[in-house]
Every structure is written in structure tokens, then in C-alpha cells.
């Protein structure tokens, strides 16, 4: 199964920023960011379309995160911005599943997974 790959976390101060980057192998109809804190269940981000480039976000992080992407590479990003503590999570990319697209935030209808990568916003 085809894998993607994130990267960028790290730790940093409340109000700061972090850019994650999710490198795909091959392309894909779209490209979901999501996350999953200790204790709770995976959730939704935000989410960007090949096709057309439609973007949507979970009102938690709306304002704040901005996903773009760079078709020569096959990357997505998520620019992290105002940062809470609440955002600390493991930071996960997916894409949709046949069928599926960035209308659903559900995590099970999304597959290629990659391993996570850890954002912690802490002083």
C-alpha cells in the first residue's frame, strides 16, 4: 500500500509556528491533514483537492492553519500559525479512499496513512 510521508513537527511556544509537510509518492484526488491527541479520538483538520484546489478546515483551526500544495513535488502543506496548546497532537496525512473526498472529515474514509509526525506547543 502506498505510504505517504509527513514531516516538520517539533516544539514550540504558544503563538508560534510550524509548517508540516506530506510528501506523496504518487498523486492523489486529494490530501487530508489530521490529528490525534493522547486520550482522543483522531480528528479532522483541514484538506485540499487536486482537482480544483478546494480547501476546507475544522473550525478549530480555521484563521489559523492554512494547507496548500505543490503539484511538481507531490507535497501538501499545513502552515501552522497563532499556535494553542490545544493543537498539540500527532499530525497525520491521508488520502481519501475511493468514493471518498474532502467532503468528509472521517478518518475511516481515508487510507495511506503516514507515520505521524509530533507537534507539541508548549512554554
Known amino acids: 500500500q502506498v505510504q505517504l510521508v509527513e514531516s516538520g513537527g517539533g516544539l514550540v511556544q504558544p503563538g508560534g509556528s510550524l509548517r508540516l509537510s506530506c510528501a506523496a509518492p504518487?498523486?492523489?484526488?486529494?490530501i487530508g491533514w489530521f490529528r490525534q491527541a493522547p486520550g482522543k479520538e483522531r480528528e479532522g483538520v483541514s484538506c485540499i483537492s487536486s482537482s480544483d484546489g478546494s480547501t476546507y478546515y475544522a473550525d478549530s483551526v480555521k484563521g489559523r492553519f492554512t494547507i496548500s500544495r505543490d503539484n511538481a513535488k507531490n507535497t501538501v502543506y499545513l502552515q501552522m500559525n497563532s499556535l494553542k496548546p490545544e493543537d498539540t497532537a500527532v499530525y497525520y496525512c491521508?488520502?481519501?479512499?475511493?468514493?471518498?473526498?474532502?467532503?468528509?472529515?472521517?478518518?475511516?474514509?481515508?487510507?495511506?496513512w503516514g507515520q505521524g509526525t509530533q507537534v507539541t506547543v508548549s512554554s
Open positions: 504518487v498523486d492523489f484526488s486529494a
Open positions: 491521508a488520502a481519501p479512499r475511493p468514493g471518498s473526498s474532502c467532503l468528509t472529515d472521517d478518518p475511516g474514509r481515508f487510507g495511506s
